[in-house]
């Protein structure tokens, strides 16, 4: 069973340009996740799909940020016009029940 | 709220050493969950368990086992003659089952687990 991947693993950016990232889950996975981690610190929840319906965003997410799920398959994620304060490990998941999310090896985010 | 806390921010053993990693969590609603991830060098994040509010019951699953107490909001992960692949970033979590927290989890800081040889 392959697992949740996610594209690029890594990612360079010069503050002000705009990156996407892309994040394909376990198959049959209705649920996925977005979760951003910055350093000593645990994941932060910034938003949530059933399909692809958008259920919940975190405050955490602002206008700069945007998420989509055309078709409740793959995943991506656009930060516009970067900030140093955006760099991070960008986490996402994904899950068949309520219950247990399975996470993807992250896109680590560096803006210069 | 809720809140997971993770008081150890680093911890060092030495092999075959057995270890405790301690979570103390907060919550108002009366159904939730809670889980272990283990995060390696490498930055994923490995599912180790998860515990249902409403099971006390311990779990043992080989070296690991997890005390869940509701009395003292606590759910502590042992780890019994630690090795040297078990050095990594260990997150405890939450999950509520009411409003708006039914999504998401919340994570405590992790402790970073090393062990030497």
């Known amino acids: 069973d392959t697992g949740v991947s996610q594209d690029p693993r890594h990612k360079i950016t010069k503050r002000g340009q705009n990156v996407t990232f892309r994040c394909d889950p376990i198959s049959e996975h209705n649920r996925l996740y977005w979760y951003r981690q910055t350093l000593g610190q645990g994941p932060e929840f910034l938003t949530y799909f059933q399909n692809e319906a958008q259920l919940e965003k975190s405050r955490l997410l602002s206008d700069r940020f945007s998420a989509e799920r055309p078709k409740g398959s793959f995943s991506t994620l656009e930060i516009q016009r970067t900030e140093q304060g955006d760099s991070a490990m960008y986490l996402c998941?994904?899950?068949?029940?309520?219950?247990?999310?399975?996470f993807g090896p992250g896109t680590r985010l560096t803006v210069t | 709220a809720q809140k997971v806390t993770q008081a150890q921010t680093e911890i060092s053993v030495v092999e075959k050493e057995d270890v405790t990693l301690d979570c103390v969590y907060e919550?108002?609603?009366?159904?939730?969950?809670l889980f272990w991830y283990k995060q390696p060098p490498s930055g994923e994040l490995v599912f180790l368990i998860r515990r249902n509010s409403f099971d006390e019951q311990n779990e043992i699953s080989g070296r690991y086992s997890w005390n869940f107490q509701k009395s003292t909001s606590s759910f502590n992960f042992t780890i019994t003659a630690s090795q040297v692949v078990d050095s990594a970033v260990y997150f405890c979590a939450l999950k509520g089952r009411g409003g708006g927290s039914n999504y998401k989890l919340t994570f405590g800081k992790g402790t970073l687990l090393t062990v030497n040889p």
């Open positions: 919550t108002r609603d009366t159904t939730y969950y």
């Open positions: 998941a994904s899950s068949e029940t309520f219950y247990e999310q399975y």
